[in-house]
């Protein structure tokens, strides 16, 4: 947390804004890799104990079960000092509305009065800092794979919104590929992201897969972004050629094939909990000894990882990232003139008494 340094009696309340999905996609536009070292940084900061990042909240409905409401609180200190929540929805039924599944808004906190000063429209937040995440710990557990050539081929199952951010966020930051292969359950959805990427040179061969297990196969690095509540992926085989496997959706892969692999969390209190698959692997075996470590390890440069086996990155989602990216998008915005706060948010002294 950083210091109060205006005594609560003569601190003023800062103005409040609104910032928009189209205001936040032009901030993001064409700014992958800072918004990558961004992460990186934010990442680093967590593991050297500069956050502090509660458990996210599930807000669940009976009539529902598929969908849910998620709170995630955090704070990031120090120079860039941010406090604030990110509240998010996944409702997957949306879809066949043509609405989007998820929406979101983020709210940043002054760290000296606590007052809101910002509500930024962040389902492109929360996909910016997803694919950031993801290129990062690709690179960089690429580069800690003693004997392993960095990954030529890749494989995508779910080939919805975050998948396609991925993808960006790999091009943009210095990857491509021999040979690009995807599924989804969807075959029209998946035909829609072949067909996108086509004409596009780092995306090398293009194919689509008749089901995940053999898209799976045919990947070096593996991209898993579906809306999947419970493991589908059950043969450990389909991970015998030891590929590394950004786990993003959090719940594809049966404990089998956990416990078989190398696996890096980003935080290990978040992700073995919430039956993520880390967390079915440790209620199944009663240990916790596959995981290997976190992001934050492997960016220190304190740990390697084998060559092998499958390494499997399960990215929780940690609301620092968004609170961090949100700033930097609310400054930027701020900076190039398009946000107005809104007059007379916040009441005056005498209606608040």
């Known amino acids: 947390m950083s210091a109060v340094t205006t005594p609560p009696s003569t601190a003023t309340a800062p103005a409040f804004c609104v910032i928009g999905g189209d205001t936040v ?3 993001l536009a064409g700014r992958h890799r800072t918004v990558r070292d961004l992460v990186d940084r934010t ?30 609180p955090a704070s990031v200190s120090g120079e860039r000092a941010v406090n604030g929540i990110k509240w998010i929805s996944s409702y997957p039924r949306n879809t066949e509305a043509g609405l989007a599944r998820a929406s979101a808004v983020l709210v940043l906190n002054d760290p000296d009065t606590g007052h809101p000063y910002a509500c930024l429209e962040s389902s492109l937040i929360s996909a910016a800092r997803t694919a950031a995440s993801a290129a990062l710990a690709a690179e960089r557990l690429s580069e ?17 919104l975050i998948a396609r951010h991925i993808h960006t966020y790999l091009v943009e930051t210095g990857w491509s590929f021999d040979r690009t292969t995807v599924f989804d359950a969807d075959p029209a959805h998946a035909e829609t992201f072949r ?3 086509a004409g596009r040179p780092a995306s090398g061969e293009l194919a689509v897969a008749a089901d995940a297990e053999t898209a799976i196969r045919a990947g070096e690095l593996v ?66 000894d596959f995981v290997t470590g976190t992001l934050p390890d492997y960016l220190a440069g304190r740990r390697t990882l084998p060559s092998d086996r499958p390494v499997v990155f399960s990215p929780f989602g940690l609301g620092v990232l968004d609170l961090s990216l949100g700033r930097y998008v609310f400054e930027q915005a701020v900076a190039s003139g398009r946000v107005s706060p809104v007059r007379g948010f916040f009441p005056s002294p005498d209606a608040s008494g």
């Open 223 to 288: 991209v898993l972004a579906t809306t999947a509540a419970r493991p589908h992926v059950q043969d450990p085989r389909c991970l015998e050629h030891a590929p590394l496997v950004l786990h993003v959706s959090l719940r594809d892969l049966a404990p089998a094939l956990i416990t078989g692999a190398a696996n890096v969390l980003d935080d290990v209190d978040h992700c073995l909990r919430a039956e993520t698959s880390v967390h079915l692997a440790e209620q199944a075996t009663g240990r916790r």
């Open 25 to 27: 996609a032009a901030v």
């Open 43 to 72: 990442y680093r900061a967590h593991g050297e104990g500069r956050t502090v990042n509660p458990h996210s909240h599930f807000l669940r409905f009976p009539d529902r079960p598929e969908a849910r409401i998620i709170a995630l």
């Open 144 to 160: 800690v794979r003693p004997g392993r050539a960095r990954p030529r081929t890749v494989s995508f199952v779910g080939t919805g």
């Open 195 to 197: 067909a996108s990427l």
